[in-house]
């Protein structure tokens, strides 16, 4: 008698997946770069098809000046929002009729 041939059963069956990553738009890209992320995005732009070498060197640089120039201001205005504030504390610590002040 012959040997039977068995079906295989689905646990003996091999899935191959592969993981493809779904093309991102370029205008999505440049949203992230300059609206979301900022230099967080620079990874996604390198390795982007979309663009050429010189429009990534180009691009990078622009994040980051404008990383910068948005870390200064936030620097400059948070220090302008102390002094204001040092201001407005000293402003209310008049005395009151208890003889303390209102802080």
């Not at 093309?23 to 230099?39: C, D, I, S, Y």
């Not at 201001?73 to 002094?83: C, E, G, N, P, S």
Request: charged content about 15%.
């Amino acid at each position: 008698m012959p040997p039977r041939k068995t079906q295989p059963r689905d646990a003996d069956r091999i899935t191959v997946a592969k993981i493809v990553a779904p093309p991102e738009p370029r205008w999505a890209l440049l949203v992230m770069l300059f609206v979301g992320m900022g230099p967080l995005a620079l990874p996604m732009l390198w390795r982007s098809p979309h663009f050429s070498r010189p429009s990534k060197v180009v691009l990078t640089v622009l994040v980051m000046v404008i990383f910068v120039v948005a870390v200064v201001i936030l620097f400059y205005v948070t220090k302008w929002f102390l002094d204001r504030w040092a201001v407005l504390t000293a402003v209310l610590q008049f005395p009151s009729p208890s003889g303390r002040g209102l802080g």
